[in-house]
Structures are given as C-alpha cells and as structure tokens.
C-alpha cells in the first residue's frame, strides 16, 4: 500500500460544489462527489433521489459515470462531501463502481465543516472484485478480453 499524497483539494473543492445541486427532497441527504480521471480533468456528481429509491443514483457512480462517458478510462482519486461528522464513507456498490476504474486511488472524505478523512480504496473495499479477476475467464471463455 502507498503513502496518501496529501489532501486534493481542487478534487475536494469539486465535491462540495457538487454537493449543492444534489437533488434529495426525500431523505434530504445530500451528497456530492469528484473524481480526477488520467487525464487531469475533474468530474462532479450528486446524488439523485427519485420516488422509488431503489432507482436513485448516488453520486459517487454520477460523478464516475461523467468521467466514463467523457471518455477516462482510468481515474486517479475521488473526494465525497456529506453532512456527516465524521464524514460518511460510500455505499458498496459505489466502492464497487469505483475499483473498476479506480484501482486502488486514494479518496478523501469530507464534511461541511472542513474535516477531511484520507483514505485508499482498497481500504474502503478490501479484497474488490475488479476486472482483473475477470479477464482470464474472458479469455478463457471467447479468446480475448474487452477494451
């Protein structure tokens, strides 16, 4: 495992700007999310609540999403901003969304009131299931492996 570089805070500062367009007028749990691709460029998201919540999206996978769909193939770190004290860590399947494109980067977890937790991924879902696993299935099953 590396050393955490320090605190990104443009990545920070992305996630807390996109905290403010979450849409959450049923648990009024607002989150907000940024993450760097390879590239450099910085993609935010926010959670997206609708009626039936087992639709809603969550915005860590927003955020990862727009970067995926913008063309990043690989993403180097992710910041995620809530309310909570300490600041909340994100749901499975997010940790699952991520180490697909995220490997083991690092991601910082913050709070309103500045309060910033760093971490690795592989903290946060040690043992992840990543395409790594996959492709010599892949290979095995039609001679070749996806992009």
Same mark, same amino acid.
């Given at each position: 495992?590396?050393?955490? =570089?320090?605190? +990104? ?15 959450? =007028? #049923?648990?009024? #749990? ?5 993450? *760097?691709? $390879? ?13 039936? &919540?087992? @639709?809603?999206?969550?915005?860590? *996978?927003?955020?990862? &999403?727009?970067?995926?769909? $913008?063309?990043?193939?690989? /993403? ?8 909570? +004290? =300490? ?13 697909? &494109?995220?490997? +083991? ?7 309103? +009131? ?10 946060? /879902?040690?043992?992840? &299931? ?6 010599? @299935? /892949?290979?095995?099953? @039609? ?5």
């Amino acid at each position: 495992m590396s050393v955490l =570089p320090p605190t +990104d805070e443009a990545l920070v500062a992305a996630s807390l700007a996109a905290r403010d367009a979450a849409w959450a =007028p #049923y648990s009024g #749990y607002r989150v907000g999310a940024a993450v *760097r691709g $390879e590239s450099g460029r910085i993609y935010g998201g926010c959670n997206v609540e609708i009626a039936s &919540f087992s @639709h809603t999206c969550c915005a860590e *996978r927003v955020a990862v &999403f727009k970067a995926i769909s $913008e063309g990043e193939r690989a /993403l180097t770190g992710a910041a995620i901003a809530t309310q909570d +004290d =300490p600041p909340a860590t994100p749901c499975g399947a997010c940790r699952q969304v991520m180490a697909e &494109f995220g490997g +083991d980067m690092p991601v910082w977890l913050v709070n309103l +009131d500045g309060a910033v937790v760093a971490t690795r991924l592989s903290t946060l /879902l040690p043992g992840a &299931f990543t395409r790594e696993r996959l492709l010599p @299935h /892949l290979r095995r099953v @039609h001679g070749k492996t996806p992009e």
